[in-house]
């Protein structure tokens, strides 16, 4: 007879919503660095201080790159209107 116990964990949940608007890229940056980098409140406090600053790190290198992705999305879109003879919509957007 083979008997296997299984266990597992689903972690946790956290839903987050924002009211007329979508979410910043600061916003994003934050959630990212916590999802990568999670520090035990029960760590010693030099290696929790270095990870605080890794984690700061980490989030300024996610913001960076989300704000080069929303500049090359609206270069994408402007260029899309262009070719479709939207020249004041084009300019519009890259106002933005």
Do not use: H, W
């Not at 979410?23 to 994003?28: N, R, S, V, Y």
């Amino acid at each position: 007879m083979l008997t296997v116990d299984l266990a597992g964990s689903v972690g946790s949940v956290i839903v987050q919503t924002t009211s007329n608007r979508g979410f910043t890229p600061e916003e994003i940056a934050v959630d990212c660095a916590n999802k990568i980098i999670s520090i035990a409140s029960t760590a010693d406090p030099v290696i929790r201080q270095q990870a605080e600053a890794f984690k700061g790190r980490v989030q300024g290198v996610v913001l960076e790159s989300l704000r080069q992705s929303a500049r090359s999305e609206r270069t994408t879109i402007y260029n899309i209107l262009l070719d479709a003879g939207e020249e004041s919509l084009a300019e519009q957007i890259r106002r933005l």
